[in-house]
């Protein structure tokens, strides 16, 4: 935005100062040097060439410049040489060191040449008053054109969020909507039932107004052929007072997101040529038929995470969520609201507008309850009476929601044991294990070890990028030898360990990690060896202790070893890198270090 852009205006101005003056006006743009408008003579008058004119000696140096004798300075006279009367006063349009024109004042008349003679201050003045006006102008042109190309761009994103986006503000309503918001406020129906709708959601963007805070609501509304429930994000625009932006999205959609990001990257192929597993498999199809309740047991990483998705993706359920709680690594004080969700002011510190828990995320699809031992014994209480009136209140809400979720939870844990300590209740014990499912550690299916690692050298290939054929026969004798304690999340770590590393065609011994390697003093930590490197572990000084001492001590070293790998307090990036070896998940180190007392 220039001078030449504001033609029509600066002809106003140079026509009337020009009638009330007696006088000729001509205006010049600065860049590129052009003239905008003129008067009289300047009327017609078009250069192609500015160097050497008084103008351009203006713009150059900034200044005001009164020429009253024109052959002073030997300039600009070709045109005018007959005319004796031609005189100018020039006043830059400049604001700081932007330079934006030239106004130029011009007598071709005796009267016109005696009036820019007497009255040169006078004049000067008006200049310096015009400039300000057309600088004025200038800037207010050049904010309406930023604001109106903000305004594009605030559609362009309005209209790129694939939620539904609402601008309201008070008194203004409606100010900016996106089209999938229009369509999820049903915005060309006119019916009772749609504007209730909208009403509400306004409703909900003039509380969060007036309590300057974010909420976060579900609004319903029903009419006889059609149906929403909108989850809505409503947050006042900072610097905007008064106005709020609204994020809308359906309340299924919350759910398929789930659906989707619970299955990301998890390859339902449940590798086995164990007959155990295998007759586990057929049983999945036939549990997955129904919604009675699964209790999955079973060492860590032996797969219990992958037979619940495998009966959920089996069942009727399949395209509604899947979601999973973890019970060990959830703070026993957020269990509760994570499970059951809240309503607003339900205690210190909830979140503003509620939250929703997962049995209600969950609802027509399946909760995957993982580590189920490590439920505190109140919320059994409470789950207990979920699962048997199949109904759940939010924390703070007397009201009651019905919900459908297919059950199944899974422990590493011995629940029978618990129950005899009373750790766990006997009566919600049976509630879930109405379908037992026990899912053998690897060490007793050996012949699961080379399919499985075919299937991760694949899996790894294609992540990483390599081209690893299979496994050289000592590195899978050495593989098969092993007691893999951590199950196959063990197994997986070491083939993903080993493709990082091998160059060759095969998986070498020479890349197996560490604790594989069979050398060194650090060979065995982490790991149940194979029974002969057992037998010759050195373990005297805790002989004619219990057996289970010896292996608290045994795993306390094993801890302690690898947290003083890091100094002995591992950052999380390096607990990760722990787990990964041990072959366990990052609850499972948390659990043991606190039963170990080593946290
Ligand atoms: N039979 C199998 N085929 C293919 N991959 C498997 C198999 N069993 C387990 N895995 C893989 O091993 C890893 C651990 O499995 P999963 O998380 O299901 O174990 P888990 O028993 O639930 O562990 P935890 O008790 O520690 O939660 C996952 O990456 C999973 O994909």
């Not at 820019?116 to 006006?133: C, D, G, P, V, W």
């Not at 052929?225 to 625009?237: C, D, F, G, N």
């Not at 306390?556 to 307090?569: H, K, L, S």
């Amino acid at each position: 935005m220039n001078l030449i852009d504001l033609k029509p205006f600066l002809d106003d101005v140079t026509d009337s100062f020009a009638a009330v003056l007696d006088l000729e006006f001509t205006i010049i743009n600065s860049e590129p040097m052009q003239r905008v408008s003129g008067t009289g003579a300047y009327r017609d008058m078009h250069r192609k060439h500015w160097e050497g004119t008084y103008s351009a000696l203006v713009k150059k140096t900034g200044k005001p410049m009164v020429v009253l004798e024109p052959s002073e300075y030997r300039l600009e006279l070709e045109r005018f040489k007959q005319n004796t009367e031609y005189a100018i006063i020039l006043y830059p349009i400049a604001r700081g060191d932007r330079m934006e024109g030239v106004i130029v004042l011009a007598s071709f008349t005796p009267e016109q040449k005696k009036t820019l003679t007497e009255r040169t201050q006078k004049l000067l003045n008006y200049l310096e008053k015009i400039a300000s006006l057309i600088l004025a102008k200038l800037e207010q042109e050049r904010l309406l054109e930023e604001l109106t190309a903000g305004n594009a761009q605030l559609s362009e994103v309005f209209e790129s969020v694939k939620d539904g986006l609402l601008l309201c503000g008070l008194g203004k309503g409606i100010m900016q909507i996106n089209t999938r918001g229009k369509s999820l406020l049903r915005m060309d129906d006119a019916s009772p039932q749609a504007e209730r709708l909208r009403e509400e959601v306004m409703e909900v963007a003039r509380e969060a107004l007036d309590r300057h805070q974010i909420l976060e609501r579900q609004v319903d509304c029903r009419a006889d052929q059609w149906e929403r429930s909108l989850v809505i994000e409503a947050r006042p625009v900072r610097g905007n007072a008064g106005s709020v932006i609204c994020i809308m999205r359906p309340f299924q959609e919350l759910q398929n997101t789930i659906t989707q990001n619970a299955n990301e990257g998890v390859p339902f192929l449940l590798v086995t040529r164990n007959a155990r597993m295998n007759q586990l498999k057929e049983k999945v199809k036939q549990v997955a038929q129904h919604s009675s309740n699964v209790l999955i047991t079973g060492e860590s990483g032996t797969g219990k995470e992958l037979f619940a998705r495998a009966i959920h993706r089996a069942s009727p359920r399949r395209s509604s969520p899947f979601v999973t709680v973890n019970c060990a690594a959830i703070p026993e004080t957020l269990l509760e609201s994570e499970l059951f969700g809240y309503e607003e002011g339900a205690f210190t510190g909830a979140k503003k507008g509620g939250r929703i828990g997962k049995f209600m995320l969950a609802n027509t699809g399946t909760l995957f309850l993982d580590e189920i031992g490590d439920m505190p014994l109140y919320l059994q209480a409470k789950l207990l009476r979920v699962l048997s009136d199949r109904q759940v209140d939010r924390i703070g809400s007397s009201k009651l929601v019905d919900v459908d979720v297919h059950i199944i939870a899974a422990t590493n844990k011995n629940l029978e044991e618990m129950i005899g300590k009373k750790e766990f209740r006997e009566d919600l014990y049976y509630r879930l294990n109405v379908i037992p499912f026990y899912i053998p550690p690897l060490r007793e299916r050996c012949e699961d070890i080379l399919p499985l690692i075919e299937h991760f050298i694949e899996k790894y290939n294609c992540k990483l990028g390599k081209q690893i054929r299979g496994i050289s026969p000592q590195t899978l004798a050495r593989l098969e030898k092993y007691g893999w304690p951590g199950n196959v999340r063990e197994l997986e770590n070491c083939i993903e360990y080993m493709v990082n590393f091998e160059m060759g065609d095969l998986l070498s011994e020479k890349n197996l990690p560490q604790r594989l390697r069979g050398e060194g003093e650090n060979a065995p930590v982490g790991a149940v060896p194979a029974a002969s490197a057992m037998a010759a572990a050195p373990l005297p000084l805790w002989e004619g202790l219990p057996l289970k001492e010896q292996l608290r001590r045994y795993e306390a070293r094993v801890f302690r070893t690898q947290n003083e790998r890091y100094g002995g307090r591992p950052n999380l990036q390096q607990i990760r890198a722990i787990c990964r070896e041990l072959g366990i998940s990052l609850s499972s180190y948390y659990r043991k270090l606190e039963e170990l007392g080593l946290s």
